[in-house]
C-alpha cells in the first residue's frame, strides 16, 4: 500500500506570513483594536447625527444597507469586514418605532456573526422607557427589550435621559446613562437674555426634583404646578384584581384588609410665583403636548409673561406642533435624539440642541478604555 505524500510545513502555511518586525506587529494590532461607527437605518436624521459623530471623531462611516423588502421584513447588509473590531451602531428612533428596534435587533446580530470584539449600542432615546412598570395584566416591555438586545449581541449601551433611572437595572451588560441638562442649561444661558429673572416650573410633582436640579444650578426660583389638571402615572391604578373579584365573596374575618380611601385631587395650585417672569418648564421627554399645553395656560393666568418648554427628548408625536403653534407657549426646546425635523417644519416654535459632541466623545473614552467620570462632572441622580 503507498504511503501518503505529507508535504512540508512551510509549503502547506506558507500564505501565512508571522509579523517580521514591530512595524508590522503594530498594524496587525491596529487592525485587530479599531472600531467603527455604523448608522443603523437610512433615514436622513439618524445619518446626519451618524455623520457628526464621525466628523468629531475623525472616522468614516462604515459601510451597510439597512432597508425594507417588499413584504415588510427589515434586511442589514454589512459591506465591510469588522472582525475583531469594536462596533458602535447609531440608532434613533423615529416614529416608527417597531422597525427602529428591529433595524437595530437585526444589524446587532449580523455584526455578531462577522466576529465583531465588542457592540455598542448608542440609542440616544431608549424605546418603550415608559413600558417600564407593571400596568394592569399588562408586562414591563422596557425590561423584554433589554433581554432583545443583550440576545442579539450588544455588549454595551450608551443612551441619554432615561425615562426611569432604574431601567438599568434590566440590563446584563454596562449602560451609560449620559445627561442633557448641561447642554440645555448652556442654551437658557446664552438664548435667553433676561433669564435671570425666570423661574423654573415642573408641571407636576413628579418632575419637581428635575426642576429643583435645574434651579439650584441657573441659581433661580422654584415653581410647581400640582392639582386636578395632572394624571400622572401614579395615579393610575394597579387593576389587576387577582384573584378575580367574585360577587358575594366570603372574606375570612382575621384577614378583612383596610378600605383604601379614594384619592380626590384639589384644585389645580402653583406653587411658587411666577407673575411677572419667565416660566421654563423642565422635563425629560415631550410627546403628547396637551399637559403642557395646559401648564403654559394656567402659567400665563398667573402672570407669568414668556413660557419655554425644554425636554431632551422630542417625540412630538400626533397633533403636537399645531397645538405647540396655537399654544401660549414661546418656544419648545430639544435635543436631536429623536428625529423632528417635520414638526420643525410644521411648527417654528420649536428649537434643537445639538447633543452629538457628549455622543462622540462617550464613543471614544469607551473605546480607548478612558474612565467615563469626566462626562458626568457634578453630575447627580435627579439631573
Known amino acids: 500500500m503507498p504511503r501518503k505524500l505529507l508535504l512540508p510545513y512551510k509549503s502547506v502555511f506558507s500564505h501565512f506570513r508571522a509579523p517580521r518586525g514591530p512595524h508590522d506587529a503594530l498594524a496587525m494590532n491596529a487592525a485587530r483594536s479599531g472600531y467603527r461607527v455604523f448608522s443603523a437605518n437610512s433615514t436622513a436624521a439618524c445619518t446626519e447625527l451618524a455623520k457628526r459623530i464621525t466628523e468629531r471623531l475623525g472616522a468614516e462611516l462604515g459601510k451597510s444597507v439597512v432597508y425594507q423588502e417588499t413584504n415588510g421584513e427589515t434586511r442589514v447588509e454589512i459591506k465591510e469586514s469588522v472582525r475583531g473590531q469594536d462596533i458602535f451602531i447609531i440608532q434613533t428612533i423615529p416614529r416608527d418605532v417597531n422597525t427602529a428596534v428591529m433595524e437595530l435587533l437585526i444589524m446587532a446580530y449580523a455584526l455578531k456573526t462577522s466576529c465583531a470584539r465588542n457592540i455598542i449600542g448608542v440609542i440616544p432615546y431608549f424605546p418603550y422607557s415608559k413600558q417600564s412598570k407593571m400596568r394592569k395584566r399588562g408586562s414591563i416591555v422596557c425590561k423584554l427589550l433589554a433581554s432583545m438586545l443583550a440576545k442579539a449581541g450588544l455588549t454595551h449601551i450608551i443612551t441619554m435621559d432615561l425615562h426611569q433611572k432604574e431601567i438599568q437595572g434590566f440590563f446584563s451588560f454596562p449602560v451609560d446613562n449620559l445627561r442633557a441638562s448641561p447642554f440645555l442649561i448652556q442654551y437658557i444661558q446664552e438664548e435667553i437674555p433676561d433669564y435671570r429673572n ?186
Open 198 to 383: 425666570a423661574v423654573i416650573v415642573a408641571k407636576s410633582p413628579d418632575a419637581a426634583k428635575r426642576a429643583q436640579s435645574y434651579a439650584e444650578r441657573l441659581r433661580l426660583g422654584l415653581a410647581v404646578i400640582h392639582g386636578e389638571a395632572q394624571c400622572t402615572e401614579q395615579d393610575m391604578d394597579d387593576g389587576r384584581h387577582s384573584p378575580p373579584m367574585v360577587k358575594n365573596a366570603t372574606v375570612h374575618p382575621g384577614l378583612e384588609l383596610p378600605l383604601m380611601m379614594a384619592k380626590e385631587k384639589p384644585p389645580i395650585t402653583v406653587v411658587g410665583d411666577v407673575g411677572g417672569r419667565i416660566a421654563i418648564i423642565v422635563d425629560d421627554i415631550i410627546d403628547d403636548v396637551e399637559s403642557f399645553v395646559a401648564a403654559a395656560e394656567i402659567l400665563k393666568e398667573r402672570g407669568a409673561y414668556k413660557i419655554f418648554v425644554m425636554a431632551t427628548h422630542g417625540l412630538l408625536s400626533a397633533d403636537a406642533p399645531r397645538l405647540i403653534e396655537e399654544s401660549s407657549i414661546d418656544e419648545v426646546v430639544v435635543t436631536n435624539t429623536v428625529p423632528h425635523e417635520v414638526q420643525k417644519l410644521q411648527c417654528p416654535k420649536i428649537k434643537t440642541v445639538d447633543i452629538s459632541l457628549i455622543l462622540s466623545e462617550a464613543i471614544r473614552r469607551i473605546h480607548n478604555g478612558e474612565s467615563m467620570a469626566y462626562l458626568f462632572r457634578n453630575i447627580t441622580v435627579d439631573d
